[in-house]
């Protein structure tokens, strides 16, 4: 019976803390604040698949993350963001994290 009791009391421990995950952030004043849904980077286009709807940058570091500069492939929300890109054209974007845990980019625009 104790061990029942010990099993539960740990159950309901890991849900208690569970609400505190969704908390926002603290900044270093104490105030709340919540994490951003988008983030912004720059970089070069690398290649562009417009059957995948996505795209390979080399981007420079992206602080919000904490990601240093690499060359990866994203997805992006609609083709019109990939019209007329092409490779070496410098951008700025914005992308978002999906269910899946992929990167999305949601917004492009020409250096």
């Known amino acids: 019976m104790k061990k029942l009791n010990g099993i539960i009391a740990l159950l ?3 849900l208690v803390s ?3 995950a969704a908390e926002p952030m603290q900044d ?10 988008t983030h912004q980077g720059a970089g070069k286009v690398v290649a562009v698949d417009r059957g995948k709807l996505s795209i390979k940058l080399a981007h420079e570091p992206i602080k919000s993350l ?4 690499m060359t990866m492939d994203f997805g992006v929300s609609k083709a019109s963001l990939l ?10 974007f ?3 994290q999906l269910e899946n845990r992929k990167w ?5 625009e020409r250096k």
């Open 12 to 14: 309901l421990a890991g």
């Open 18 to 20: 569970l609400p505190l």
């Open 28 to 37: 270093m004043k104490g105030q709340k604040q919540l994490a951003p849904s």
């Open 66 to 69: 904490g990601w240093p500069a």
């Open 83 to 92: 019209e007329g890109l092409k490779a070496d054209d410098e951008l700025r």
């Open 94 to 96: 914005e992308m978002k």
């Open 104 to 108: 999305q980019i949601v917004k492009i």
